[in-house]
């Protein structure tokens, strides 16, 4: 699966974006979807996920009533909607891809697949 995010920019706290995650390659729908994200000096950490019918999500504590996930399965896209943003939101954003067929969760280790990150810089 082939994965390519877009949508990064700059925004001011309080602000909103949305990044969107399109997918090539294989059967979308074979496949959980995944939001990560990583700061400067930080490690890579989970934010958002969905099962592979859009049925099931997963938020980080620190993202849960902000950011919203979705996914539309006849595009092979999805999508992270990103609303009350704060200084500590800014990362690089990763989409990855994981098979329906070995678990759904928030462990970046059910991921095989992942994007080439977008940046998301948010200004106080």
């Known amino acids: 699966v082939q994965l390519q995010a877009s949508g990064g920019g700059l925004v001011q706290a309080g602000g909103s974006v949305r990044l969107s995650c399109a997918a090539s390659?294989?059967?979308?729908?074979?496949?959980?979807m995944g939001w990560f994200r990583q700061a400067p000096g930080k490690e890579r950490e989970f934010v958002a996920a969905?099962?592979?019918?859009?049925?099931?999500?997963h938020f980080a504590d620190y993202v849960k009533g902000r950011f919203a996930i979705s996914r539309e399965n006849s595009k092979s896209t999805v999508n992270l909607q990103m609303n009350s943003l704060k200084p500590e939101d800014t990362a690089v954003y990763y989409c990855?891809?994981?098979?329906?067929?070995?678990?759904?969760?928030?462990?970046?280790?059910?991921?095989?697949?992942w994007g080439q990150g977008t940046l998301v810089t948010v200004s106080s």
């Open positions: 969905i099962n592979w019918r859009g049925g099931s999500t």
């Open positions: 390659g294989r059967t979308f729908s074979d496949y959980n």
């Open positions: 990855a891809a994981g098979s329906k067929f070995i678990g759904f969760g928030f462990t970046s280790s059910l991921y095989a697949y």
